[in-house]
């Protein structure tokens, strides 16, 4: 059979992206079908009335030695540039209060009463204690090693740190989560993975950037960002935390370390993939997949909802992984019921424009709010003040959506919080703009599962933030990338 292209990726999102860059690199032929007309997925970033956001608010982590970093290394033409990220701070009590990255910055964090901190202090040890010694705590909630001493806030700020770091609460978020998310234990590198696949990579593949104006949104005409030849890459070597162990993190670690945002807001990363995407890739917008096709189980193609048939010997599916038996009939049930028992969870991102810039506000890095309604937020022009007009001021709260209520009355309370968190914003409102999205494919929970790469369908892989149980969201989606690239090499796809 004639085959059309040597992989097609279902999505352009940053993994599907990431699946072409690093495809192409290795001489393969791709298409590209996204189902919206515009690329980037949860990775963007856009106007609203003279303000530019970002699809919710965004700290890019694990940029010293993680998978972004590896594939913007070996694969990127063009890298985006990271601004340090700042800090992490609590409200409380109209004061912001810095975040505890350690245990040394926790015996201070004075919003809870002294017994609370030993307490928390007490537990986080041991838990990490009986990790590092290979215990698994994948399966035990957070709130089984929460000392039942503690005092109301003290839980209700645990179960806000379990919502953002999984989007569930902590009843449902694993101990394993807060150490891996909190930093204090590395991610394992993926050094020889990535330098196994670069193997593969032809010689002629870094062709020059593609005229790709058509597929951004209008507003994303900035220009891409640095050559990785001209500019140093803001942050350090690889190895720096190689030889830091687990426990002497949790004593002086400092989370805000290899975090970074953007410059030029989210969209910088999308569009340093896409400048760096050579001529063998194309990529459709516009156009849903609806049909995988096989035969004798292997993969052959794609069919859209327009009715176009593409053909390929690869197909890698970025869409959500549960979704995939819509498009596919002979799938084992056993493995269906794994893709039905992922969790998800949906968050809704408020963004302001400000009619002056607010005191409240005056800070680089993120904030968090752990009473009722916990918000996340960012003002995001304070990276980069042309992302509200001169003098203005543009900020995005991200909330964990409550399941149990409408869409109605979680955007009415999340304004209520934020209206009574920082007294007095709502007189300085010009912009308001609300974003609904799933941060992740699936949410790390001690009963929720976690898609493969491969699939029981020969040829047919996915990749995404369902995929790969490491670290989080734009991190996660390169691990899975990597990930993806090692079994294409495995299966003997990368030319
Ligand atoms: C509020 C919020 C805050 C976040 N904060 C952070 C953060 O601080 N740090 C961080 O690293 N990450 C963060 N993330 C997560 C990060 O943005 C996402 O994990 C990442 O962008 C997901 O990329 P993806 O390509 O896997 O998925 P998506 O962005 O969902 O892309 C999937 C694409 O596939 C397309 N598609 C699906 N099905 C089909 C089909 N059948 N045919 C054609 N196209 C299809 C979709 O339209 C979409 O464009 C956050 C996300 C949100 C929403």
């Not at 516009?286 to 690869?314: K, L, M, Q, W």
């Not at 799938?331 to 039905?340: A, D, G, H, N, W």
Request: proline letters at 4%; hydrophobic letters at 35%; a negative charge.
């Amino acid at each position: 059979m004639d085959r059309d292209y040597n992989s097609i990726i279902v999505g352009a999102g940053i993994s599907g992206l990431l699946s072409a860059l690093v495809l192409s690199k290795h001489g393969h032929k791709v298409l590209v079908i996204e189902k919206e007309q515009e690329v980037g997925g949860n990775c963007n970033s856009y106007e609203v009335d003279g303000f530019q956001v970002d699809t919710g608010v965004h700290a890019i982590t694990h940029l010293c030695v993680g998978p972004l970093k590896m594939l913007m290394d070996n694969y990127f033409n063009y890298l985006p540039v990271f601004e340090s990220y700042g800090h992490y701070y609590v409200r409380y009590k109209n004061r912001l209060v810095k975040f505890p990255s350690n245990l040394k910055e926790f015996a201070r964090f004075d919003i809870f009463p002294k017994r609370d901190r030993v307490a928390i202090s007490q537990s986080l040890t041991r838990s990490l204690t009986q990790f590092t010694f290979g215990s698994d705590l994948s399966k035990t909630p957070v709130y089984n090693a929460v000392p039942k001493t503690i005092s109301k806030d003290c839980y209700e700020f645990i179960d806000t740190v379990s919502y953002f770091l999984s989007g569930k609460s902590m009843y449902e978020t694993p101990v394993e989560r807060v150490l891996m998310g909190s930093d204090f234990v590395c991610d394992s590198t993926i050094k020889e993975e990535i330098e196994q696949s670069l193997n593969h990579i032809s010689e002629d593949s870094n062709n020059d950037k593609k005229d790709r104006n058509s597929l951004l949104p209008t507003n994303v005409d900035i220009p891409f960002q640095f050559n990785r030849d001209g500019v140093p890459f803001l942050f350090g070597s690889l190895n720096l935390l190689d030889s830091i162990s687990s426990l002497s993190k949790l004593a002086t670690n400092n989370v805000n370390f290899c975090q970074g945002y953007p410059r030029g807001g989210l969209k910088s990363i999308l569009n340093s993939v896409l400048y760096s995407l050579p001529d063998n890739v194309d990529i459709i917008t516009g156009e849903e997949v609806n049909t995988i096709f096989t035969g004798n189980n292997v993969v052959e193609g794609v069919e859209t909802a327009n009715g176009n048939v593409y053909r390929s010997d690869v197909v890698v599916y970025t869409g959500m992984a549960r979704d995939l038996p819509r498009t596919i009939d002979n799938l084992p049930s056993r493995y269906k019921s794994k893709l039905e028992n992922i969790k998800i969870s949906k968050s809704l991102t408020i963004w302001l424009g400000l009619s002056q810039k607010m005191d409240e506000l005056n800070y680089c890095g993120s904030e968090v709010w752990f009473k009722n309604k916990p918000y996340w937020a960012m003002p995001t022009s304070n990276y980069d003040s042309s992302f509200a007009p001169e003098g203005k001021q543009v900020v995005g709260f991200s909330f964990i959506m409550d399941e149990y209520s409408d869409t109605k009355s979680n955007i009415e309370n999340a304004y209520k919080t934020i209206y009574n968190a920082i007294p007095g914003i709502e007189n300085y409102i010009e912009m308001k703009h609300e974003q609904i999205t799933i941060p992740e494919k699936a949410a790390i929970t001690t009963t929720g599962n976690f898609a493969d790469i491969k699939t029981p369908i020969k040829n047919l892989y996915l990749a995404g933030t369902d995929t790969d149980r490491r670290s989080m969201g734009i991190t996660r989606a390169a691990y899975s990338v990597v990930e993806l690239l090692k079994v294409l090499g495995d299966d003997g796809h990368l030319i």
